[in-house]
């Protein structure tokens, strides 16, 4: 991650601009859009840039090289799980990270529960929906988000507090206008059914956050516009 500071701040000040002109355009306020960079594949200086900020929160993909890094990064800035989680790791996680966005399963659920019921606290989550039926992604097919929401709603140390999905890659703009705007109607067709706000929506990212944005989307997931491209 080659970048100064400078250079970073100066990237943040630039997708703001571009942030409040698509929560405008949809007629949204830009104060309910929040910026999440996610410092995956870059040194923990990434996040420290983050923090020292100001920002909310930082996204990882990975349970391992989150807790390894989060040492290093003093400061109040939250880290949030965006990548799938293996049944393996789920008490590191909730060891490690303050809200988990990638919930995919009601065995997983289950697990991240019992994990955070001994380590006697509540853990934030959002489900991960495969909105866009894409093969190569995670995330609970839509059909199955009822079922996933009530065990997870059963859960006496979860707090659901949103969703969240990642658009199929594609050539084509409107697979993702398509995808976002899929996941705003499952959101709002489960928070009537079950009577529960699900207020986070967290979609958007480099390539497609503007039309995450005028979907609803209350959190874009930002790594290559803000950081460079990252190896591996
Ligand atoms: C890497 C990643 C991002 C950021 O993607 P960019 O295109 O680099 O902005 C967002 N969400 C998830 C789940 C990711 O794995």
Redesign the pocket.
Known sequence: MPITFEEFSARVASLRVQMDAAARAAGRDPANVQLQP?T?NHPADAAIFAARLGLASV?E?RVQEAAEKRPLCPGLIRWEL??HLQSNKAKLAVETFDRIQSVDSSKLAGLLDRAAGSLGKVLPVLLQINAGHDPAKFGAEPADAPALLEAALAAPHLRVEGLMT?APLSEDPEVAVRTFQNLRVIRDDLAARFGTPLAELSMG???DYAAAIAAGSTLI?????LYGSRDG
């Not at 997931?221 to 516009?225: F, K, L, S, V």
């Open positions: 996610v995956k996204g993909n965006i990548g990642i990212m480099s390539g997931r930002i790594g290559t516009a």
